[in-house]
């Protein structure tokens, strides 16, 4: 089991950006494809960005072009880097350790425990 750990949220205009991160421990990260997902109040939770473990990475049509995800498997991180940010954005980001296969990402049971993204002016 991988433990996760979310940080970088907060208070943003429109427009702004921020880069969240998700440190992770307990497991062999390396193996795992990651994915942040987001949850807006009274929405469900959606994936907005899923990395391989070999870097390969797919975006939701809502965050294509503006956010950008990364990895350093020697940090045992994974960043997401958010530009052009819009009220629409705000949400409790979480991260997830899955896996990726023909195209489509499966979140595992681990779980971070979110940070808040605000975007407003």
């Known amino acids: 089991q991988v433990q996760l750990v979310e940080s970088g949220g907060g208070l943003v205009q429109p427009g702004g950006s921020l880069r969240l991160s998700c440190a992770a421990s307990g497991s062999i990260f390396s193996s795992y494809a990651m994915g942040w997902y987001r949850q807006a109040p009274g929405k469900q939770r959606e994936l907005v960005a899923a990395?391989?473990?070999?870097?390969?990475?797919n975006y939701a049509d809502s965050v294509k072009g503006r956010f950008t995800s990364s990895r350093d498997n020697a940090k045992n991180t994974v960043y997401l880097q958010m530009n052009s940010l819009k009220p629409e954005d705000t949400a409790v980001y979480y991260c997830?350790?899955?896996?990726?296969?023909?195209?489509?990402?499966?979140?595992?049971?681990?779980w971070g425990q979110g940070t808040q993204v605000t975007v407003s002016s």
């Open positions: 997830n350790a899955g896996t990726y296969f023909r195209g489509s990402y499966y979140p595992g049971g681990s």
């Open positions: 990395i391989t473990s070999g870097g390969t990475i």
